[in-house]
């Protein structure tokens, strides 16, 4: 069962421009979400997460954006650069329970 | 500070031959240890978690075993692999209590 989608596989900007990548969920016990960055043959790296009882993150050029009522997150990441090009996953979380999506892999064009 | 080491970080197995992969931790005590597969173009799949010392979860029934002999030691087994087993296999670590997992390089495991 798909608990966690992320529609776009795959997702093109251009350099200095915003990129939103976007996650929908179904399990409203979820409460606490994640994105991970992935490099081809790497694990993911944890890039960023919030709890059910925030809306907003923000960690530099990357924020998070969590909607409870619509089961919708999405990343922002301002401005893009050429490196944060890679596969990104989001991931919802209860207790040990972790889902992902199947990932959207993100291009950067300089 | 925390490292996770995965080996080998390829793997390429005749179908129906065993399967030991072998997971570390290093610089943290009695973390939760997790066991994921990503099959190709899809998410990453739970396959096993483990919060402590002998303690085994399994989310998917399937060809595959793990085992924690060590508190930071994770080991993901088959007897008898199938061709369907091939994937990248990612081992994780958390702190107890907390959210974020840590992931390893990963196994890449080509069935033939």
């Known amino acids: 069962d798909q608990q966690v989608k992320q529609n776009s596989p795959s997702l093109s900007v251009q350099e200095g421009r915003i990129s939103i990548l976007n996650c929908d969920y179904t399990n409203s016990m979820f409460d606490y979400f994640l994105w991970y960055k992935k490099y081809p043959a790497e694990g993911p790296t944890f890039l960023i997460s919030?709890?059910?009882?925030?809306d907003k993150n923000e960690d530099g050029r990357f924020t998070v954006f969590l909607n409870k009522s619509a089961k919708h997150l999405s990343l922002h990441i301002v401005p893009s650069q050429p490196g944060d090009s890679a596969v990104y996953f989001c991931?919802?979380?209860?207790?040990?329970?972790?889902?992902f999506g199947a990932g959207t892999r993100l291009t950067v064009k300089p | 500070s925390q490292t996770i080491h995965q080996w080998p970080a390829t793997l390429v197995q005749p179908v129906g031959s065993p399967l030991s992969l072998e997971c570390t931790v290093e610089?943290?005590?009695?973390?939760?240890l997790y066991w994921y597969r990503q099959a190709a173009g899809r998410g990453l799949q739970l396959l096993f978690y483990?919060?402590?010392?002998?303690?085994i979860s399994s989310e998917v029934p399937q060809n595959l075993s793990a085992s924690r002999p060590q508190d930071r030691q994770f080991i993901l087994s088959s007897k008898k692999l199938l061709l369907s087993d091939s994937g990248f296999y990612l081992c994780?670590?958390?702190?107890?209590?907390?959210?974020?997992?840590?992931f390893g390089p990963g196994t890449r495991l080509t069935v033939t």
């Open positions: 610089g943290t005590s009695n973390p939760n």
């Open positions: 919030i709890s059910s009882i925030k």
């Open positions: 994780a670590w958390s702190v107890q209590g907390n959210y974020e997992q840590y």
């Open positions: 483990s919060v402590g010392i002998g303690q």
């Open positions: 991931a919802a979380s209860v207790s040990y329970d972790m889902r």
